[in-house]
T-cell receptor
């Protein structure tokens, strides 16, 4: 069966520090991969998605970047965190077939102080 | 662009009450519709889905019918349980390429014993 791992579960970082969140998927190949952010009391915002190794699409301009160095690895990064980067970050994967559901990791709660 | 509007929460009900969470959407073409559930401290899980008009998705006693004429996908359950307490998200997808889901803002549901 397929599983998705996301870490760390919680993270407290000072403003101006770098960020690296990692997500890996097991049990499937060539998945679509996604990073979402959930701000407190709000819905989910798609940040990045990837349909293949090295292929990254950004949905909103921001202080973050994403990379996909391997087929089942998706990394969210920042060189210098802002206070507004605080939130709950969710990684997800889906199959390539149209209308495939998204499968989410358990999320990373990031607090920038 | 595509958008999803959910009824505002929080919603508080007693155990065994009837539940309706309203969801309406705006989209071009023929989107697929989804309900996701997020339990405290966890990522999102797919609850049910419908891929074409008049389809009914169902799971764990929950149901939702894809109504194209009213652009709605309301979530219902006949008798809720304390364990149904969670945040519920309605979402749509154009079904083209990567599953770039558009989410509603979420509805927090609390069931009291």
């Amino acid at each position: 069966s397929q599983t998705i791992h996301q870490w760390p579960a919680t993270l407290v970082q000072p403003v101006g520090s770098p960020l690296s969140l990692e997500c890996t998927v097991e049990g499937t190949s060539n998945p679509n991969l996604y990073w979402y952010r959930q701000a407190a009391g709000r819905g989910l915002q798609l940040l990045f998605y990837s349909v293949g190794i090295g292929q990254i699409s950004s949905e909103v301009p921001q202080n973050l970047s994403a990379s996909r160095p391997q087929d089942r690895q998706f990394i969210l990064s920042s060189k210098k965190l802002l206070l507004s980067d605080s939130g709950f970050y969710l990684c997800a994967w889906s199959g390539q077939v149209p209308n495939s559901p998204l499968h989410f990791g358990n999320g990373t709660r990031l607090t920038v102080t | 662009g595509n958008s999803v509007t959910q009824m505002e929460g929080p919603v508080t009900l007693s155990e065994e009450a009837f539940l309706t969470i309203n969801c309406t959407y705006t989209a071009t073409g023929y989107p697929s519709l989804f309900w996701y559930v997020q339990y405290p401290g966890e990522g999102l899980q797919l609850l049910l889905k419908a891929t074409k008009a008049d389809d009914k998705g169902s799971n764990k006693g929950f149901e939702a019918t894809y109504r194209k004429e009213t652009t709605s996908f309301h979530l219902e359950k006949g008798s809720v349980q304390v364990s149904d307490s969670a945040v519920y998200f309605c979402a749509l997808s154009s079904g083209q390429g990567a599953q770039k889901l558009v989410f509603g803002q979420g509805t927090r549901l609390t069931i009291n014993p």
